[in-house]
């Protein structure tokens, strides 16, 4: 077991602003980066600010930014850093800081009460829901979230445009309306939601340029790019280009 010291800059401050800070903490094998921070709360800085919960990559709080990267601090373990470099810690960069590494991550709450929720099918009842593994198969990996919002951080329309907020839902709420698009048993359209054209008019998809920026930062490795943007784009595309639907919104349109 071999313990060595590792130089840290850790970004402290509040919503008024703040710097970076230097410390030098002891690194233990085995450890990842919300060790070395729970170290330095112990040892150096006891007012240090940082969110976590169960310690394994599964409540999605502990998001932050290592060197840039949006990543859990949970895991990110100090072996994929040289034992020369200086780790920078700060908090993640697209929403308000509360303080130090906490940051206010209210507008993806917000974003996420704005995408309709699954509507039942009619004359169904709740437990007689029933549907084939391969018609669930694609929308299920979605289903792995753990909604630590790394995906909506890293996106550029968002990251360095705040004035895109209110227009844009972020990868993972769009991934979220491609997964009720996709369920097979959602009774949306025949309850008036429309979820491609909402997606389109309401939440922004046509911001997504699939740089698949979100893809590489997600913990549970979901394809939000290729298996939920893109495949959401195409299905807004055929509606825009499918003749029934330009007709029915012509009248809808006439009849307004
Ligand atoms: S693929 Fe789309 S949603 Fe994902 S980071 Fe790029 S622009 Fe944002
Ligand atoms: S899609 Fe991935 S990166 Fe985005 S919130 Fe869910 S788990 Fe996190
Ligand atoms: S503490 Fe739960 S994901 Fe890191």
Redesign the pocket.
Known sequence: MSSYTAAFRVWRGDADGGALEDFRVEVNEGEVV?DIIHRLQATQASDLAVR???????????SAEINGRPR????TRMSVFSREETITVTPLRAFPVVRDLVTDVSFNYAKAQEVPAFVPPPGVAAGDYRMQQIDVERPQEFRKC?E?FLCQDTCHVVRDHEENKASFAGPRFLMRIAELDMHPLDAAAGAGVDRKKTAQDEHGLGYCNITKCCTEVCPENIKITDNALIPLKERAADRKYDPLVWLGDKIFRRTE
Request: charged letters at 10%; glycine letters at 12%; proline letters at 0%.
């Open positions: 919300l976590w919960n169960c310690k394994a990559g599964k409540c999605g709080s502990c859990l601090l949970c895991m753990i630590c």
